[in-house]
């Protein structure tokens, strides 16, 4: 059975960092997509980031680009810099299975598992 793991979240003011952590149990037999999502109270689950199963490909939100950064190994990483307390949230990773070692995907219901999600609190 695949299970997702976040950690890493906290609380931190603006201008701080942080960086999460999602590791997979469990035996995957396909390629995957990991991404991360977002989610802050009285708002729709929102797209952060995605990485290809090769590595070769992110794709980020106009929202964090150019502050946050997408990585993985056997786990998959965001690195966030510089969070504003629009950042607050609740974030999710999540896998989708491919075919295509460079393809990604930026909607939730392209993703078939998903993390249980870690708070992350930037105040002013």
């Known amino acids: 059975q695949v299970q997702l793991v976040e950690s890493g979240g906290g609380s931190v003011q603006a201008g701080g960092s942080l960086r999460l952590s999602c590791a997979l149990s469990?035996?995957?037999?396909?390629?995957?997509?990991m991404g991360w999502f977002r989610q802050a109270p009285g708002k729709d689950h929102e797209f952060v980031a995605c990485?290809?199963?090769?590595?070769k490909t992110t794709y980020y939100s106009n929202s964090v680009k150019g502050r946050f950064t997408i990585s993985r190994d056997n786990t998959v990483y965001l690195q966030m810099n510089n969070l504003r307390p629009e950042d607050t949230a609740v974030y999710y990773c999540?896998?989708?299975?491919?075919?295509?070692?460079?393809?990604?995907?930026?909607?939730?219901?392209?993703?078939?598992?998903w993390g249980q999600g870690t708070q992350v609190t930037v105040s002013s």
């Open positions: 469990g035996r995957m037999s396909s390629m995957y997509t």
């Open positions: 999540a896998i989708a299975i491919t075919s295509g070692s460079d393809t990604y995907y930026r909607r939730g219901y392209e993703y078939t598992y």
């Open positions: 990485i290809s199963w090769s590595g």
